[in-house]
């Protein structure tokens, strides 16, 4: 098994897919950094040398906003839409569904109230 920002990667799978298990890479920034590293394709994890797992992982860790940052970022945003009380905000703290969706019969997970 190989970390890279928090993040466990299977050796047995491609390094395309497996990186997109780190948080805040998807499938195409994935690509660009094994492209831009000059990866083969179908190379799997365990294939990998020491220096080319150093070297994704300071690629990562320069150009993308990752795993704790990344969380960092959106929670500081919520915080902020909850101190200007605008509506995003108020339905965030009262933990209801914030994008339109029916309340009357469903988002029973989002409310956390207990069924009658």
Do not use: F
């Not at 083969?40 to 860790?61: A, F, P, R, V």
């Not at 101190?83 to 029973?108: E, F, K, V």
């Amino acid at each position: 098994m190989l970390y890279i920002s928090g993040a466990r990667l299977v050796a047995d799978k491609q390094v395309r897919i497996a990186s997109t298990k780190i948080y805040g890479i998807g499938l195409k920034k994935a690509i660009q950094v094994r492209y831009r590293l000059g990866i083969s394709g179908n190379i799997k994890i365990k294939e990998l040398t020491k220096y080319q797992i150093d070297q994704i992982e300071q690629m990562i860790g320069q150009d993308h906003v990752v795993h704790w940052e990344l969380k960092r970022g959106e929670r500081a945003d919520i915080e902020r839409l909850i101190s200007i009380s605008c509506y995003r905000g108020i339905r965030h703290q009262d933990g209801s569904p914030l994008r339109g969706q029916r309340t009357h019969t469903n988002a029973r997970t989002c409310r956390k109230q207990i069924r009658k």
